[in-house]
């Protein structure tokens, strides 16, 4: 199994909105990180939809590695 790229080796903040569906890049190839834009075409990894409950501030994973996938579990701290 492919490993994706680290995008960065630190949470991305992001306002989400109740009820709003968001695409979490999981190859780290996104120029719109933390959000797919497609570059994962050729790639075996595909983006993971987040559907925000509540109007608030989460962290997503910005590194990739999460074991909480989309959000930041901290994983980071160990590459």
Request: with cysteine; proline share 8%; aromatic share 10%.
């Amino acid at each position: 199994m492919a490993q994706p790229l680290i995008a960065q080796k630190s949470p991305i903040p992001v306002e989400v909105e109740e009820g709003k569906t968001y695409f979490w890049c999981a190859c780290g190839r996104s120029a719109n990180q933390p959000f797919c834009d497609g570059a994962h075409k050729e790639t075996e990894f595909t983006p993971l939809a987040y559907k925000a409950e509540e109007t608030k501030r989460v962290f997503f994973c910005g590194c990739k590695h999460t074991g909480g996938a989309p959000l930041c579990d901290g994983s980071h701290n160990k590459l």
